[in-house]
């Protein structure tokens, strides 16, 4: 498909032109000195980016999962990292579908305006990890609040967010008819919580991405924050997680392109042994390998967002999606990286910031394991394997 004929070219060109501010460079300043991308974030949140999601009577622009998804891809296309911000797109679809008319009220139009954020989702632990119903942390009813008391772990972008939702265990899993039940999700002010009775420690990791662990010990919540009914908050959370797969695919798509342009143009200029390395069929290969599987996931990267907007089904192509772009992006990463040969190593050339990245989306937000026994499960009916 060429820019003329693509229907999303002018919301791409939006996007474009404001990463054009904000080049690899800058990235690659952030990612040296471990910060985070402030000026960037605030640029498209001014922008109205962030608030793509949100219906306009609540001043967002009220476009879908789709839209959102191009413009995450648009980041990543450009040698920045969504990853920095595409929390407030997947979140915003759990407040936007199972919060209540006054919750709406309460914080759509302020994260509209740019003066909430709601970046962040607590959901890992460190006991339960991929087995979410495991999860240990409570909320207790106590009058007129809950009160949280656990752990998570991985917990992205707290230090950089005013909201977050929280899922804990509002009923024992052994008083539940089924494990899966028993557990809510809440929106935490980060802004009262951090401090009484919830204590952040950030985890240094391989990427330069800001997540942490997260210690509840008393912490009390307004029983009006509980999103949706009690007991429900794993079903609301599957639901927020098939947006976040078919998002994260399109940042994949769009590391993907970033890491094939890259390697391509390397490839034509590189001269060694008398000709461009490029016209070896042996760089030229893995290269167009690449290419190929990148497009087949992008099919079906829109086929998740087309079912995810219209309301159907989408658990299968969402997983598909995501695992297909997150293979993808990962082959265009390695053949990008092999053919910068020495170069791909250095960090001016922005290949090996990508890289690591990239490498993320085969474990985060859902590893490519659980991807292929949710496909074995529910798409081909095979037993259950764990
Ligand atoms: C940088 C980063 C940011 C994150 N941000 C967030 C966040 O904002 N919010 C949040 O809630 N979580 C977040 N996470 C957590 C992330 O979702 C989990 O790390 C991920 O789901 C895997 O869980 P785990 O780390 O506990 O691995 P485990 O569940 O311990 O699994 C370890 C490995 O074993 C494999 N495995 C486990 N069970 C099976 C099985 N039955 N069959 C086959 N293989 C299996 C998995 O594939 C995996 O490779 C983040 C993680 C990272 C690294």
New binding site residues.
């Given amino acids: 498909m060429t820019r003329d004929d693509d229907p999303h070219e002018e919301l791409r060109a939006g996007v474009r032109d404001l990463c054009a501010a904000f080049p690899p460079e800058y990235f690659r300043e952030v990612d040296a000195r471990r910060g985070y991308p402030d000026a960037f974030v605030d640029a498209l949140t001014k922008a109205g980016w962030l608030a793509a999601l949100i219906p306009a009577e609540y001043g967002g622009s009220g476009l879908g999962v789709t839209e959102a998804s191009i413009i995450m891809e648009e980041i990543n296309r450009a040698g920045g990292n969504a ?1 920095a911000c595409h ?1 407030q797109m997947y979140n915003m679809g759990t407040l936007l579908r199972h919060g209540s008319a006054e919750q709406k009220a309460r914080y759509l139009p302020a994260i509209a305006r740019g003066e909430l954020r709601l970046q ?7 006991a ?4 979410t119903a495991a999860i240990r942390t409570t909320a207790r009813r106590r009058g007129d609040r809950y009160v949280v008391n656990g752990q ?7 230090q950089h967010s005013d909201l977050m939702i929280l ?1 804990a265990r509002t009923t024992p899993a052994d008083a539940s008819r089924k494990r899966s039940e028993g557990l809510s999700i809440f929106l935490v002010d980060l802004r009262e919580a951090i401090g009484h009775g919830m204590e952040v420690r950030p ?1 240094a ?3 330069n ?1 800001e ?1 942490n662990e997260l210690f509840f010990d008393g912490l009390e919540i307004p029983a009006e924050n509980l999103i949706g009914e009690e007991g429900k908050g794993f079903r609301y959370i599957l639901d927020g997680l098939n947006a976040e797969r078919a998002i994260i695919a399109a940042e994949c798509i769009g590391d993907g392109r970033w890491f094939i342009d890259k390697v391509t143009r390397y490839a034509g200029e590189r001269v060694v042994f008398g000709r461009p390395i490029g016209q070896n069929q042996g760089v030229q290969f893995p290269i167009a390998e690449a290419h190929i599987e990148l497009e087949a996931a992008n099919l079906m990267r829109f086929d998740a967002c087309r079912r995810f907007d219209a309301g159907e089904p989408c658990g299968a192509q969402a997983n598909m999606a995501k695992y297909l772009a997150a293979k993808a992006s990962w082959e265009a990463a390695n053949a990008c990286l092999q053919f910068h040969g020495g170069f791909g190593f250095a960090a001016d050339y922005d290949v090996e910031r990508k890289f690591r990245e990239t490498r ?1 989306y ?9 991807i ?2 949710y496909v074995a499960e529910h798409v081909l009916g095979l037993p259950r ?2």
């Fill in positions: 990853g929390g962040s989702m607590g959901v890992t632990e460190p339960a990890g991929t087995d998570k772990v991985w917990i992205s972008r707290v899922l985890i990791n391989m990427v991405h997540t993320l085969q474990v985060a937000p859902i590893s490519t394991n659980l292929l026994a394997s764990y």
